[in-house]
């Protein structure tokens, strides 16, 4: 079950909210967001669970902004996945923090692009004056074959962005952080800590 979010709304609040089966979608597209006016996503405690996944999803070119502040955090993770994608809105503050993965299985939902294991996928994403934090995710995959972290198509970060990850345990997993494509301009940071 995909939920229908009211975009037009610049906070979302999910408190001890459990996702659960294939297909179950949150999803937030960011360009239909009210942009001139900051916008606060906070996820705390929730529970995603066999195929759920939560998506952040952005444009074709990154989209002016107020600023995004998005946090994912205290996180219990089954066989589910954080999905960021394509371009998102300029001076996004992204954090995934504390989450708890446990992957038994590769994913298949109708109308993502994630098939493979992983805790966080980054789907051709470009970052513009933006800063994402993944960070304190303890991670089990059941098959030697995943990637913890897995950027798809071209990762890139501009005008100052800036991606850390840091104090993560990835136990089973073939790569801490597979990435097709890198782009890093403007003093922007890539950053493994």
């Given amino acids: 079950m995909n939920l229908a979010l009211n975009m037009w709304k610049t906070h979302h609040c999910y408190l001890g909210v459990t996702f659960s089966g294939v297909g179950a979608a949150l999803t937030f597209f960011l360009n239909s967001m009210p942009l001139h006016l900051p916008i606060n ?10 195929g759920a996944a939560v998506q952040f999803v952005g444009g074709v070119e990154a989209a002016e902004s107020a600023g995004v502040l998005i946090r994912v955090s205290q996180t219990v993770m089954r066989s589910s996945v954080v999905v960021f994608a394509f371009a998102l809105p300029q001076h996004c503050d992204i954090a995934v923090t504390e989450v708890d993965a446990v992957q038994v299985s590769a ?3 109708p109308d993502t692009v994630n098939k493979r294991l992983s805790v966080v996928t980054l789907d051709d994403v470009e970052l ?10 303890k991670a089990y995959a059941s098959m030697y074959r995943g990637f913890g972290l897995y950027s798809m198509g071209t990762l890139t970060l501009v005008g100052g ?4 990850v840091r104090y993560c ?11 097709n494509v890198l782009s ?3 003093h922007s940071v890539f950053a493994l800590l």
């Fill in 41 to 50: 996503i906070t996820l705390t405690g929730c529970t995603f669970r066999e």
């Fill in 107 to 109: 994913l298949f939902w």
């Fill in 128 to 137: 513009t004056a933006s800063l994402l934090l993944v960070s304190n995710v």
């Fill in 161 to 164: 962005s800036s991606l850390y």
């Fill in 169 to 179: 345990s990835f136990g089973g997993y073939k790569h801490l952080f597979h990435v």
């Fill in 184 to 186: 890093v301009r403007d």
